[in-house]
């Protein structure tokens, strides 16, 4: 992987006022959106912490599944304690990024694996990235401008084949509370300077 390069995401849901809950350029069909709130001022889908308050990516033609490796993104602000950012399979936790306190991150690719945490400030805007590269058998967590967490885990297999669930699942307990927007979903591990480039920029053009 070279410098210059494009690549190109699986589906990128900017999740603003402008999209709502269209995928930015018709990759996937819309998604199924549910007591959320879309501001222009904020440039965000508003959660509100309750059991109703989400919103279900489809999986339609696989376009979330990802293969060997993966990287998910988002631009978050929390304001509550605990809930998905984003989690694959609507019903159970699954490979996926969470909120487990109102400031501890939370990142898992595989329940046979431990869990990779790492602390970030609430009520702040954050560009957070989970990678997974099977080549090397690594996981990385990205908060703002750098990784701050690469554990070794080994290669495994990555469960993408399920809808993904955004602000709460099915019968959960746990719902987050706070601003979520730029959800991209890539079927490659990208280096810390891809991440930074193409962070922020989803949904831009229309704003």
Known sequence: MFLGRIIQPRVVYPLNSFYKNKEERGRSKPAKVRGVRFFRSSRSATFLGKRYSYVELPNYRG?????????LMAVVRHYGRAGPILNYNPRRKGVGLWMVSPSKLLLRFSR???SVFAYMRPRQKHLVAAVYDYKYGLVK?????RF????YIGRTRLATNYPARIGALQGGRRYFRGEISCIQIYGVPLKARQILRNGNACGRRRM
Do not use: A, E, N
Not at 65 to 71: F, Y
Not at 148 to 151: G, I
């Open 63 to 71: 376009r979330l599944r990802t293969g060997k490796s993966i990287t």
């Open 148 to 151: 701050v967490k690469v554990k």
């Open 141 to 145: 967590l990205f908060i703002d401008r």
């Open 112 to 114: 046979r694996h431990p």
